[in-house]
């Protein structure tokens, strides 16, 4: 199966009958702020992290086009369920960076309140958040909600029992369900070839669910796929998977060194296939943008990096002293030890 595509490497669209979609200025120009909005705040955030102002963080670079190409598809209402590396999915659906970096800080477990944005909290453990959404998904349906449950993944987690264990329930349940994998090439240091012999979209199909393969990197076939996959879901047409074919540009994490188990040639081809500079390409090529739109944009990414490293430095500094209590009914000396040097550690953040 050929991924779809509505618009190739070089900004040139293309028709597909299969995926109608209205392309306006105003869906390309709203696509591409959101994108660049998610990298400037990517960027940021990565250098926070160098400077040690966050203890850990992983970039959604290279993958913008898959998840603000499926978010914006979905209805603000649709209940998702993320991973680790949604930035622009969570921007998207209105999470502040300060929601979004105090997790990377150290000093929660998350940062936003999940049923005001309709988005879960983050999830670390791989595939973990496939049977919640699975299961959430079932509730929806025994609601009678007019709702989509939508779960994003990545290849590496495919490969998880939960993940199997999800699709089978999913489909035999009929449930409400769209599962969305970025299958950025990597599941850490474990390529794509090496981890599976056949596709996702092809195994999905076995455990009955509707799949579909997208170009990752076009944001408007991941938009249209999404859009049509959803309404169909939606209308009681049973869950559903979308693998998106994309890449992750820099390394799975901030303590990660992609150059061990890649080469730069392979990094060079996938940045020829940068979705933002693709439809950039597009909005060049029809006029749809002018020098107006690029200064705007640029300081509203300016705006927003600035503000990123504020609200990153104002929070406070965490002191879980406490939990230390929690532990035992009464306090070992190990335990006694461990209290003591970790006051030690906190008293040594202060100015």
């Not at 190409?69 to 209940?79: K, M, Q, V």
């Not at 990197?217 to 049509?228: I, Q, S």
């Not at 600035?306 to 929070?315: E, I, K, M, W, Y």
């Not at 406070?316 to 040097?341: K, N, W």
């Amino acid at each position: 199966m050929e991924p779809v595509r509505l618009l190739d490497p070089e900004g040139r669209l293309q028709t597909d009958p299969r995926w109608p979609l209205e392309i306006t200025p105003e869906l390309c120009r709203d696509l591409h702020r959101r994108m660049r909005l998610a990298r400037a705040f990517d960027n940021e955030a990565l250098a926070l992290q160098r400077q040690g102002e966050l203890g850990l963080w992983l970039q959604s670079l290279g993958q913008e086009a898959a998840q603000v190409g499926s978010i914006t598809a979905l209805r603000e209402g649709d209940y998702v369920f993320p991973s680790y590396r949604e930035h622009a999915a969570a921007l998207t659906r209105g999470i502040q960076p300060a929601e979004l970096l105090i997790q990377w800080r150290g000093n929660s477990h998350s940062g936003w309140d999940p049923d005001q944005y309709r988005f879960h909290v983050y999830t670390l453990v791989l595939a973990a958040q496939l049977p919640h959404a699975t299961g959430y998904a079932m509730g929806v349906q025994r609601d009678g909600a007019d709702e989509v449950v939508a779960v994003y993944f990545g290849d590496g987690a495919s490969s998880q029992g939960e993940a199997n264990e999800a699709f089978n329930w999913a489909a035999t349940m009929n449930a409400p369900l769209l599962f969305f994998c970025q299958n950025n090439q990597w599941a850490i240091s474990t390529s794509t070839e090496t981890q599976m012999r056949s596709p996702l979209h092809q195994r999905a199909s076995g455990f009955g669910l509707d799949a579909h393969l997208v170009d990752g990197n076009d944001v408007l076939a991941v938009h249209a796929v999404t859009n049509a996959v959803a309404r169909q879901i939606r209308e009681g047409g049973g869950p559903a998977l979308i693998e998106a074919v994309t890449y992750r540009m820099a390394g799975h994490s901030t303590s990660d060194d992609p150059g061990r188990y890649r080469t730069p040639s392979e990094v060079d081809a996938w940045q020829a296939r940068d979705p933002i500079v693709r439809l950039e390409r597009l909005l060049d090529d029809r006029g749809w943008i002018d020098d107006r739109y690029r200064d705007e944009l640029e300081q509203e990414c300016a705006t927003l990096a600035a503000t990123t490293r504020r609200v990153c430095q104002d929070l406070p500094i965490a002191d879980f002293t406490s939990l230390f209590g929690t532990v035992m009914a009464e306090e070992a000396p190990p335990l006694a030890e461990q209290r003591r040097r970790y006051s030690e550690l906190v008293a040594s953040y202060v100015d």
